[in-house]
């Protein structure tokens, strides 16, 4: 698998999670009809979460880091308000199309202290996913795209934990070896400095075998908005589901809250080590899902001609 593959499998499960995730904020949508394999009717429109993650795929490159200036610009650029961003969200990227400095907005918000939200983690798993195999750059990189829009420590290190999950994940499927879930949290942790998110992540992995419902309530379902409270389920989830995008994803309605964000997040990481063959993203699913920016499709393959 190239890097490239591995990242649009990622975007593909990241997107899909998302926008099916979001159709169990209206009303008749039940996860008992998900469960019996009645899905939402009509097109499932995605949210601000796979909107992100779009502009990340299309500054990601071969041959050099992320460019922080040109994200934040794709970010205020690309951004629909309707998409469902927070309020916060919203300020910062209207004042970065405005022409403001990302980095001085990203320091002001929420009186100073910077955004601890999810959304640095929400969009962030297709850039994991190109660097399966070398989670240090993994990490690194992931620190940048957050710092464009999260200033707090703990926003930060949510991406980060999301972007070592699918680095990891990547790697295993081109090693062909499915991690344990402790190993799979083990490697996270081991990127991460003292902070509220790596807590919970180690709390995830000692309740790694308990059931959804219990992990949630532990743990969290994103129902703050705030990384600590939304990547240590989400990772306890794509531990105990790796190889099972379907069950990853009926995991997240199961659990409530934030559904679309948990559902991006687990789908982002789950689809890079399964794809979308057995055990990965539903064919069905895949077409139900709103068709993705132009920009950031995933390319046509190439005839035996090459062309």
Not at 13 to 35: C, H, M, N
Request: charged fraction near 20%; proline fraction near 5%; charge should be negative.
């Amino acid at each position: 698998m190239t890097s490239w593959e591995l990242c649009y499998d990622s975007l593909d499960g990241l997107s899909v999670g998302d926008a099916l995730g979001a159709q169990f904020f209206v009303p008749g949508t039940s996860l008992a009809d998900l469960r019996a394999g009645r899905l939402p009717e009509g097109l499932w429109p995605w949210t601000d979460d796979t909107e992100m993650a779009c502009s990340i795929v299309a500054e990601l490159n071969d041959d050099r880091g992320l460019d922080q200036d040109r994200l934040a610009a794709g970010f205020a650029e690309r951004f629909e308000p309707y998409r469902g961003y927070g309020g916060g969200a919203v300020v910062i990227l209207r004042q970065i199309r405005a022409g403001g400095d990302w980095r001085e907005i990203a320091k002001a918000a929420f009186d100073g202290r910077g955004s601890m939200g999810n959304g640095a983690a929400m969009r962030v798993a297709p850039l994991g996913a190109f660097h399966a195999g070398d989670s240090r750059t993994a990490a690194l990189e992931a620190m940048r795209s957050a710092e464009v829009t999260h200033a707090h420590a703990e926003g930060i290190l949510g991406g980060v934990a999301v972007a070592v999950a699918a680095a990891e994940a990547g790697w295993a499927r081109r090693v062909r070896h499915r991690p344990e879930g402790t190993e799979l949290l083990d490697a996270v942790l081991g990127y991460l400095t003292d902070s509220r998110v790596r807590t919970e992540i180690g709390r995830a992995r000692r309740l790694l075998g308990v059931g959804v419902a219990e992990a949630a309530y532990e743990l969290g379902n994103g129902s703050q908005v705030i990384a600590p409270d939304t990547v240590p389920f989400a990772l306890w989830v794509a531990a105990t589901h790796l190889d099972d995008y379907p069950s990853a994803i009926l995991a997240c309605v199961e659990a409530g809250g934030d559904v679309d964000t948990t559902a991006a997040i687990v789908g982002g990481i789950v689809a890079t080590y399964t794809g979308t063959g057995p055990g990965g993203v539903p064919a069905p699913w895949l077409e139900r899902r709103e068709p993705l920016p132009a920009f950031a499709r995933r390319p046509a393959p190439r005839d035996a001609a090459g062309k």
